[in-house]
């Protein structure tokens, strides 16, 4: 789909439309297609849900792949082996940032996101193709690991892109309501890799998901993976992108690394403190909390994954209003609100899950699923605001893929290490209220964005409204 332009006009203050660059300098709003958004948006989160199906998938099953690929006497040991293939991909993370994040400012953002599926949807899909332990004998954990770090690589530049993508394309006004569609994308994602495992789990015989019924969810990558990609190959440009590309010199603008990361070392140390409480918060509560109940405190693993699977369809329900919340009072109260939640809470939730039956289990885990959206839904439209247009993708990728590689993804690894080494079952509460404290100070610097044009781009209007002294 091709938008039309808006006829040339020498006033600055004439709006384009959503897919064509202004011509008249920067004070020229445009004027955003709800058409094309609504499929910039859903391209975007269909990319995200698929990440974050196979990484729900993995969290899930771990117990199983444990099995699989890391033979033991020791349940724990294989939890610890399995966690660590799960946190080397993260490993890579920034290394895929630093190519894709400077790529998609180079030669523009929907072809990087294009190209981040195909590997995403490849590594995906060859885990569900190994061989077992026992067929292979060690050449199975190395092949797992191989995919897994094509799967890390293409993640370094899958979020920051596709954020940047839906903030690039929102009008100022609804940034917030339609970036936290990119965060119901994870949801989606992590509800059916977990329905899909709780499915299996509950139908198969522990012999038959241990012999083939975990290659499934894998394998159903591929699919995913050409619908995903066939959606973003449709799509245009970003119109930000589109005057970046006007205002170079040549066809595509050139930015040195060191203006990436130097000339944004503030925006990108912000970045990092308020990712680190995101994701750290994100992947104990998503990735950690079901092998918790089932290695730790012995529920059933059924009964386990129903619980988070119910926490999940809450979030979801609640994602789209708290994304519209952040449009009318602005991110940082909500953001603030998720960290002063997380310290408070965090201990007595666990409690409540440690100690109590189902019930108690299912309201502690609850409370923080509610306190997650407050990230979910503000940093979508947050974090892209941090950076001018002409480096966005790339200092974004960066601030966001090493605290993710650092703190967000070795999560499940840290805390069960943590636990073995001191007995302590409440380490996840610990852990997220540090996280909170630093993310707390990140949201006291950082200036608010609701409302505002992104930085090094024009303001973004909606079709039929008008903006004073635009």
């Known amino acids: 789909m091709t938008t039309a332009q808006v006829a040339a006009s020498p006033s600055s203050h004439t709006p384009r439309k959503t897919g064509t660059a202004p011509t008249h300098g920067p004070t020229a709003p445009t004027v955003t297609d709800p058409a094309l958004v609504r499929r910039a948006v859903k391209a975007a989160a269909l990319g995200n849900a698929m990440e974050w199906f196979d990484f729900g998938v993995y969290s899930y099953i771990a117990v199983t792949l444990g099995k699989v690929f890391f033979p033991s006497g020791d349940p724990t040991a294989q939890l610890l082996s ?135 969810p894998f394998l159903i990558a591929g699919p995913m993976g050409i619908i995903g990609l066939y959606l973003r ?11 970046e590309v006007e205002k170079a010199e040549s066809s595509r603008p050139k930015v040195p690394l060191r203006e990436t990361v130097a000339g944004q070392w503030r925006a990108l140390l912000l970045c990092v403190g308020l990712v680190l409480v995101f994701n750290v918060t994100d992947y104990m509560l998503l990735s950690y909390m079901p092998s918790y109940l089932t290695s730790e405190l012995g529920y059933d693993a059924t009964h386990g994954l129903l619980v988070v699977l119910g926490v999940m369809v809450l979030m979801m329900i609640v994602q789209p209003f708290a994304g519209a919340l952040t449009d009318r009072i602005g991110r940082r109260p909500v953001i603030a609100a998720g960290c002063a939640g997380f310290l408070v809470l965090s201990v007595p939730a666990l409690l409540l899950i440690r100690d109590g039956g189902l019930l108690a289990v299912a309201v502690g885990m609850g409370a923080l699923g509610l306190l997650l959206v407050c990230f979910t839904a503000a940093m979508p439209s947050a974090l892209p605001a941090l950076f001018p247009t002409r480096v966005r993708y790339g200092s974004l990728s960066i601030g966001f893929n090493v605290p993710v590689s650092l703190f967000g993804g070795t999560t499940p690894l840290v805390v069960t290490a943590l636990i073995g080494a001191t007995g302590d079952m409440m380490m996840p509460a610990y852990y997220m209220m540090a996280a909170a404290v630093i993310g707390g100070f990140a949201v006291w610097r950082m200036a608010e964005s609701a409302g505002r044009p992104l930085p090094g781009s024009p303001p973004s209007l909606e079709t039929g409204t008008r903006r004073e002294n635009a």
């Open 82 to 216: 399995t966690f660590g293939a799960f946190a080397a991909a993260f490993l890579v993370r920034p290394l895929g940032g630093m190519v894709f994040g400077p790529l998609g400012d180079r030669v523009g953002r929907q072809k990087v996101l294009a190209l981040t599926m195909i590997m995403m949807a490849a590594g995906t899909f060859a885990i569900g193709l190994i061989p077992s332990y026992a067929a292979i004998g060690v050449g199975a954990p190395v092949l797992l690991l191989a995919a897994r770090l094509v799967q890390g690589f293409s993640t370094g530049g899958e979020y920051a892109g596709a954020s940047t993508f839906i903030a690039e394309y929102a009008p100022d006004r609804r940034r917030g309501f339609l970036g936290s569609w990119l965060e119901f994308g994870t949801l989606a994602g992590y509800i059916g890799g977990a329905g899909l495992v709780t499915l299996m789990t509950a139908l198969l015989s522990s012999e038959d998901l241990l012999s083939w019924g975990w290659r499934i």
């Open 233 to 243: 190959m449709r799509l245009e440009e970003t119109p930000a992108f589109a005057a």
